[in-house]
């Protein structure tokens, strides 16, 4: 059985429940650049867990499908939360 990752949350209530999600992230984000930890390696340990979790969740090849997609999200701006001079 093959499972894929939604690409769009369907209802509000997974909306908002991945706003909060992602406030916590932004959260422990700032707590450890405050104990001193350098914001790309935060960066990389927050992707490498993320992967980690996601392959757990849906398996390999859902992940790998996934993780495919993601240049052309970055490109298009997906990602881009101020704009850079």
Known sequence: MTFAIPPHVEHSGAEDERRLALAYVTEAFAEAILAGIESESFAHAALFAALQELVETYGEA?????ASR????????EFTVAMKH
Request: charged fraction near 25%; hydrophobic fraction near 60%; glycine fraction near 8%.
């Open 70 to 77: 993601l240049p052309e999200r970055i490109e298009a701006g």
């Open 62 to 66: 859902a992940v790998a499908a996934f």
